[in-house]
Structure formats: structure tokens, C-alpha cells
């Protein structure tokens, strides 16, 4: 998920945000943009990227402070939309 509060400055000093790299010309904004870590880690999704897809050794710990390391794995036991709403995107 987009990180909606998150705000980067542009190249030209403008601000931008998620949904502004998904506007007109997303190709060149998501290419220019996402491989700057801030920006790819808030805007995940605009920037096509999925941390379990990258990585396969990508380990992550619950939002409900269980301490317990997650895998990938963990997305397809059930709940696979919800727990991909929740958890997809990069810090």
C-alpha cells in the first residue's frame, strides 16, 4: 500500500507524492523516481514493488507486536488480500 501522507521533492523542487508517479507519463516518473529508496519504500505500489517478490528471504515482524519473524509464506495461509492491504509496502 501507498504511503498517502508521504510527500518527496521533486527534481525541479516541487513537491510530489505516490499518486503524483502514477499521472501523466508514469513510466518516466516511476523510473526516475522509485530508484531512490525513500520513495520506492512509501510508494511501493506505484513503483511496482513488492519486498516478498524481490527478496525471497524478506522476513518481517506483525503489526500486533508479536514478535514471531514472517516470511512470504505468510501471505498465502489465508486472509491473502487483507494481510496484502496490511502489509505491502517497504519501510
Do not use: M
Not at 67 to 72: L, M, R, T, V
Amino acid at each position: 500500500v501507498d504511503d498517502g501522507a508521504f510527500k518527496f521533492t521533486l527534481d525541479n523542487e516541487n513537491p510530489g507524492d505516490c499518486n503524483w508517479l502514477t499521472l501523466n507519463n508514469p513510466a518516466n516518473r516511476v523510473s526516475k523516481y522509485c530508484g531512490r529508496g525513500h520513495v520506492k519504500g512509501a510508494c511501493s505500489v506505484s513503483c511496482g514493488f513488492c519486498p516478498c517478490e524481490d527478496n525471497s528471504g524478506f522476513k518481517f515482524n506483525l503489526k500486533n507486536g508479536n514478535e514471531n519473524e514472517q516470511d512470504c509464506a505468510w501471505f498465502l495461509i489465508k486472509n491473502t488480500d487483507t494481510r496484502r492491504l496490511n502489509y505491502c509496502y517497504a519501510a
